[in-house]
Each structure stands twice: as structure tokens, then as C-alpha cells.
């Protein structure tokens, strides 16, 4: 029967990723699971340890414990005892490397613990290179090499010392073993801009070499695959043999590379002094806030103090968006951009709405109360609004994430902030679903007199932002080039902000300037009473 039972165990369908099947792993399982609980010793039973001892116990391995002084071993044992170095040393996993750097455009894992970044400087001749390894010994790479050898390899030998010293070695290999300098052979040291650091048992070294030195010990980086080899020490800094862990079987063409779209100094010189203009209104609506208070307090004063830095905040998310992208201004330009965005059409939203009623009072021969939203109320509404933003920016950030990637076509490369379609509809969305709200109050009420209120100029910049976000955020999705997407995303933003301000405070400070009195509620409310007399 015993024979019968071992056939059953391997005959089995077996789960994804499992050796055997359900049958033979729940027998084993009920099997090791009795034994252990039966033994009065297990370290795990409840009368052996403290919860703080078992957790010494669970976090001691076999490399710390030989570390200890009674060993004499010291500290140069490795962390993995078990680790045995082997040509693609993948002990440590992918998901322990690689900090990406977006001036280097092209990336290449030379294996799963060798990752080559470089970049062609066409203007300049020069290739920059990064080299990521995990390792704390030597790295090194090398060009053209002969067949089966490193020999008359061109090769760039890089260490970091413990005193954070960083050694980039130009040097050539007239044999197998340690390369010779190349200022030992009477040539140059050609390679530039030298630095690195060792983090978390991996090394990353970055520098530069000419296409072409002119040295007779620097092989030229010609527009063709070449032979590019590499290697390194996983256990030490000294120059010695690198044991398995290298490579003679990449052929790479270093600058074949499709050139870096950026957006064009023009468009950043426009964008900027647009910004600049933007910022400097909004600060001079708010001195004027302070100096003539009373011509603000028809709109309420903190409406205007609030939606005016609001403005200015979303002017900084357009600063952000200047810059070539990386992960963390995406997330901050966007965050910035949905907390300006409430701000300001939150406050206006409630402003179009107090407009509306009064409209209604109208319609109804009564007399409008037409005096400001009350400061408890503009906050309370705004507050809401930017809460719930910043509650869709966490749930974003933390389910999907928004980073820089490189996206590609034909002739160039460029950068852009990416993520799931999902979370961009839902940011887009709801800021659209919102100004069609605004809109359709502004519709709604769009008979009411002038007099009453800043109603025709707050409908005027309701209607032309959710105007621009209707013809311009389909083609934010479908533009495939830097400079295109660079004008329907930034342009768009600072339009926005700049005719908010210009439209609906502009006028006021004019106003002041020009020396005349002061709007008031009731003077409002006497014009409503003739309109309305005159009327009938």
C-alpha cells in the first residue's frame, strides 16, 4: 500500500508554484504540524521563550552568530554564508535594485546584478556612463576585447574605499589579469567627472569618456555594435581575480541612441514670464487687500485673500511642470495643482451659488439679501473640497503611484508623468464635473444685473476654463511630443489662474486707483429698489 500512496502523492494535479498536490501537502502539513506541537522543547511553545526573546531569536542568523567574538572571525564573513558568487550572482533579486537617473536615456542589465546606464553628449563627444552593481568590491567594463579574453580590452576599473574615496581607473589589458594604467603606458587619463557611492551593498560609479581621446590605449566608441565586457568583485576591493562573476557576450552600439526631446527654451521663457506676471497681480491683490480692505468687502475680503493664493499656488504647480519630470515633481505638481484648483473654484462655486439666490429672490419681486457668504461657510466649503483632493492624492499615490517615464517614438525621447488611465479620469473628471456645475449656475442666473454683483465677469472666467478643459485635456492624452504636451498642460494652467485674477480683481484695483467710492451692500440694495420701481 506504501508504494500505492507515493504514486497518488506525485499523480496529483498540482497548484501553481507547488510541488505537490493538495492531498500530499495538507498529509505533510498535518503531519510536521502534530510532531512539532507534540514536542514539550520546540523553541515556539509558550512556557519556553518571552515574546522578546523569540524575537532575538527569529532575527539571529547563522552569518551573526559566527560574528560573534568567541568565533574570531570578524566582520569580513559574509551576511549570506550561503552564497556561493556565480556569472549572474542574482542572490540579491531585481527588487533590490536599481535607483533610475533620467539623464541617462538608455538602460541595460548586463545581468541581474549589472546594470549599465549611459547616455551619447552628441555636442560634446562624449559618452556618460553609470555603472550600478551589487556588490561593495570592484566593478569594472571594458570595450572590444579579443575573442574569448579580456585581453587588449580598453577597460575602466572603478572602487570605492571606505573613506568614500572614489577610484576610476583608465587603464588597458596587455594580458589576462590586473589591466595596466594607461598613464603607466605613456598615454592619458581620459576619463572625467568621476563619482560614486556604496549604498546597501550596491555600488553605483558615474563618469564620462570621449568618443575618441586620441590616446593609443583608449579604444574609440564607434557608431556599431561592439563588444563590451564586464566584471566584478562581489567580496573585495582589491584587484584580485573576479572569479565567475563576469561577461564577454554583449555587443552594444553606444551611440545609436535616439536624441532627448526637451521642451524648447521659448516656450519655458513665455511659460515663465507668464508665471512671473501671474504671481506678481496676485501679490498686489492682496496688498490692496490690506490697504483698501473696504472695496473688497463686497466679495467678501477673505474670498479674495484665499482664492488669491489659491492662484498663486496654482501658478507653483506650473513651476513644477517647467522642469524636466522626475517622480516626485509629478506627484507634487499635480497635488499642488488639485489643492489650488479647490481653492479657487470652491470659493467661486459658493459665490456663483449666493448669486443664484439672490437671481431667485429677484424672480420673486423680493428684495435680494445681497450681502457676502459668510467667512464660516467659504471656509467650511473649501475645506471640504481640499480634504477630499488630498484623500484621491494619498489613494493614488499609494495604489498606483505617479512617476516619470520615458516615452518613445520614431526619432526621440521624452518625458512625461505616468499612471493607471483610471486615477487620471477620476482627476480630471471630477474637476469637470465641477465647472459644468459652476457653469450651469452661471447659466441659470446669467439675467441678473451687473450692479448686484461680479457675476458677469465670474461667469465669464467659469465658462472659458471649462471651455479650455474640454478641448484641451482629449488632446493631452493623444499628444505624442514634448513640446506639444508641454503647451496643452502648462499653458492651459497659467491661462486659468492669470485670467482669474485679471477678470475679477483687475477691475477693482482699477477702481481704487482711479479714486472712486467705495461699493457697498447697501448701495447695491438701494439700485436693486429703483430697478425695481422703475420696472414696474
Not at 202 to 228: C, H, L, Y
Amino acid at each position: 500500500m506504501t508504494w500505492k500512496l507515493i504514486m497518488a502523492f506525485f499523480s496529483e494535479d498540482k497548484g501553481q508554484g507547488q510541488h505537490l498536490g493538495e492531498f500530499a501537502s495538507t498529509l505533510l502539513r498535518m503531519q510536521l504540524s502534530t510532531l512539532r506541537d507534540s514536542d514539550r522543547f520546540w523553541y515556539e511553545q509558550e512556557s519556553m521563550f518571552t515574546s522578546d526573546e523569540l524575537a532575538t531569536i527569529y532575527n539571529t542568523s547563522l552569518a551573526s552568530l559566527l560574528k560573534q567574538p568567541y568565533f574570531d572571525i570578524g566582520e569580513s564573513f559574509p551576511s549570506n554564508p550561503f552564497f556561493v558568487a556565480n556569472r549572474q550572482l542574482n542572490y540579491q533579486g531585481e527588487q533590490v535594485l536599481y535607483k533610475t537617473d533620467s539623464q541617462y536615456l538608455n538602460i541595460l542589465d548586463l545581468s541581474p546584478s549589472y546594470r549599465l546606464s549611459w547616455t551619447y553628449d552628441e555636442p560634446n563627444k562624449m559618452v556618460n556612463f553609470q555603472l550600478q552593481v551589487v556588490t561593495t568590491g570592484w566593478i569594472g567594463i571594458g570595450f572590444d576585447a579579443d575573442p574569448g579574453t579580456m585581453k587588449n580590452a580598453d577597460i575602466i576599473l572603478c572602487r570605492i574605499f571606505d573613506d568614500g574615496t572614489v577610484e576610476v581607473r583608465d587603464s588597458y589589458a596587455l594580458d589576462v589579469g590586473v589591466p595596466t594604467l594607461d598613464v603607466e603606458l605613456g598615454g592619458t587619463d581620459d576619463i572625467t567627472k568621476k563619482s560614486g557611492e556604496t549604498i546597501n551593498g550596491m555600488t553605483t560609479v558615474k563618469f564620462s569618456r570621449p568618443v575618441n581621446s586620441g590616446d593609443k590605449w583608449d579604444k574609440p566608441i564607434r557608431n556599431e555594435a561592439q563588444k563590451v565586457i564586464f566584471a566584478f568583485n562581489a567580496l573585495t576591493k582589491d584587484l584580485l581575480y573576479h572569479g565567475p562573476t563576469r561577461s564577454s557576450q554583449k555587443y552594444i552600439n553606444l551611440l545609436s541612441v535616439k536624441t532627448v526631446q526637451d521642451t524648447t527654451d521659448a516656450l519655458l521663457i513665455i511659460s515663465a514670464i507668464a508665471i512671473g506676471v501671474g504671481i506678481l497681480i496676485a501679490i498686489v491683490v492682496l496688498v490692496f487687500t490690506f490697504l483698501y480692505e473696504e472695496h473688497f468687502r463686497i466679495f467678501s475680503t477673505l474670498f479674495v485673500r484665499i482664492s488669491t493664493l489659491g492662484a498663486i499656488m496654482g501658478f507653483v504647480s506650473a513651476i513644477l511642470m517647467l522642469p524636466r519630470p522626475t517622480g516626485h515633481l509629478c506627484i507634487a505638481s499635480f497635488w499642488i495643482l488639485g489643492v489650488a484648483f479647490y481653492i479657487v473654484f470652491a470659493l467661486t462655486f459658493l459665490k456663483i451659488y449666493r448669486i443664484y439666490l439672490i437671481y431667485l429672490e429677484i424672480s420673486r419681486s423680493d428684495l435680494p439679501d445681497i450681502s457676502p457668504p459668510s467667512n464660516f461657510l467659504l471656509l467650511s466649503f473649501m475645506i471640504f473640497a481640499v480634504v477630499l483632493e488630498c484623500m484621491f492624492h494619498v489613494i493614488w499615490i499609494k495604489v498606483d503611484s505617479l512617476d516619470a517615464i520615458k516615452a518613445e517614438t520614431e526619432t526621440h525621447i521624452w518625458y512625461k508623468c505616468d499612471s493607471s488611465i483610471v486615477f487620471w479620469m477620476i482627476f480630471v473628471t471630477t474637476k469637470l464635473a465641477f465647472m459644468l456645475a459652476c457653469s450651469v449656475l452661471c447659466f441659470l442666473s446669467r439675467k441678473i444685473p451687473e450692479k448686484y454683483s461680479e457675476g458677469g465677469r465670474l461667469s465669464l472666467v467659469v465658462y472659458a476654463v471649462f471651455l479650455i478643459s474640454i478641448i484641451v485635456l482629449p488632446l493631452g492624452f493623444a499628444v505624442s511630443d514634448q513640446n506639444g504636451r508641454f503647451v496643452i498642460q502648462v499653458f492651459p494652467i497659467i491661462i486659468t489662474f492669470l485670467a482669474y485674477l485679471i477678470l475679477i480683481f483687475l477691475p477693482v484695483i482699477t477702481r481704487i486707483i482711479q479714486g472712486k467710492p467705495v461699493i457697498k451692500a447697501v448701495d447695491l440694495l438701494d439700485i436693486a429698489v429703483s430697478k425695481d420701481h422703475s420696472t414696474a
